[in-house]
């Protein structure tokens, strides 16, 4: 059985990004790029599933810069078998990344595709979603835990009262939320090892894949400043307070 993992690269997630001046997106110059951290989580499940001997191949697969091929080479040192940069300058919203992951999915025939539930960039949460869609297969998403068996995968996500257990037929998708595993410490021997593992370069349109943005961004602005707190001298006013000035009690 194979899968395959989409990783999206992202500002890294210790970075405090800063709106651009003309309010027309995040400034991402000069910024410290990493691996979205839920697909970090889905390749380590993926590659934990080939360590059991449920999978036998596993394939990395992200969109965009050139750049995107580092991020593979991490997905490598892992464990991915190998990669596929679908490599393109333009802006990907959602939809196009999953139009190309469904492109590559009827070429590789995988019996799993693994992806992380939302980037931490967009914060879309709709790439899986979409690509479950369009390739009209069952779907888990924010997925906490994974077993396979029988043709089937049973998968536990994390809903908002608690856990739901699902028990999905094979090929299907797959979205990976926070508690599902902690990945591993990447070492040096793995990293020197992934250099030597194939990396294939494609371009969307050698996919027939048109990516052209569906969706016009109107304006990206700071979230308002909080006020200044004040202290209060006792109970009583506190509870004055968030009575008659905040209105929550
Ligand atoms: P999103 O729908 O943008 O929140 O992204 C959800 C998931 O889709 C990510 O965690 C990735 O697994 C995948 N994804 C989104 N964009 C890309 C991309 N450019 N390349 C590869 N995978 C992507």
Known sequence: MKALVAIKRVADYNVKVRVKSDGTGVDIA????????????????????????VLSEVVAVSCGVAQCQETLRTAMAIGADRA???????????????????ALVDKEQPDLVFLGKQAIDDDCNQT????AAL?????????????????HSTVTREVDGGLETVKLKLPAVVTSDL??????????????????????NVKPDALGVDVTPRIKTLKVSEPPKRGAGVKVPDVATLVAKLK??????
């Open 30 to 53: 000069n910024v410290k790029m990493s691996m979205n951290p839920f697909d970090e989580i889905a390749v380590e499940e993926a590659v934990r599933l080939k360590e059991k001997g």
């Open 84 to 102: 596929i940069l679908v490599e393109t300058d333009a802006e990907l919203q959602p939809l196009a990344v999953a139009k190309i992951l469904k």
């Open 128 to 131: 899986g979603q979409m690509l």
């Open 135 to 151: 390739l009209d297969w069952p779907q888990a998403t924010f997925a906490s835990k994974v077993e396979v068996a029988d043709g």
């Open 179 to 200: 508690r599902l595993n902690e990945p591993r410490y990447v070492t040096l021997p793995n990293i020197m090892k992934a250099k030597k593992k194939p990396l294939e």
């Open 244 to 249: 008659n000035e905040a209105k929550v009690i």
